[in-house]
């Protein structure tokens, strides 16, 4: 499942992965943010927030995975794409944010894929 542009052509350089876990966004000297994740690949993530961002600022992301104990994992990456949501899309978050890893991040995108699975039957997204 990928997001298509609208002349048709795919652009992502990695396969990405649709699930929804929570998240906080720590930027160095303030308050942690929550927010929600919306898609991983191994280079990146797509998430929704209402944390004031900037583009490429620097960002600690604590994404919590589901499990027996729940437990996070932290990576370290920078904002590369903000975008408003628009009225229809809007709750409680305000933005969708795109971050790129400093780091690529294989086994964090494996764990999403299995869970995407996971998620895609309770939900019904096939």
Do not use: C, N
Not at 2 to 14: I, L, T
Not at 95 to 101: W, Y
Request: no cysteine; aromatic share 8%.
């Amino acid at each position: 499942m990928a997001d298509s542009p609208k002349d048709g052509k795919e652009r992502r350089r990695r396969v990405r992965h649709y699930v929804y876990l929570a998240a906080e966004l720590v930027v160095e000297g303030t308050t942690p943010r929550t927010a929600i994740t919306k898609d991983i690949s191994e280079i990146g993530l797509l998430l929704l927030t209402r944390a004031a961002l900037q583009l490429g600022q620097k960002v600690d992301l604590k994404i919590y995975l589901p499990g027996d104990e729940m437990r996070a994992v932290v990576v370290r990456g920078k904002v590369v794409r903000l975008e408003e949501l628009s009225d229809a899309e809007k709750g409680i978050w305000r933005d969708k944010v795109a971050f790129t890893f400093d780091e690529p991040q294989p086994e964090l995108a494996g764990e999403f894929e299995k869970l995407a699975a996971e998620q895609a039957k309770v939900y019904d997204w096939s």
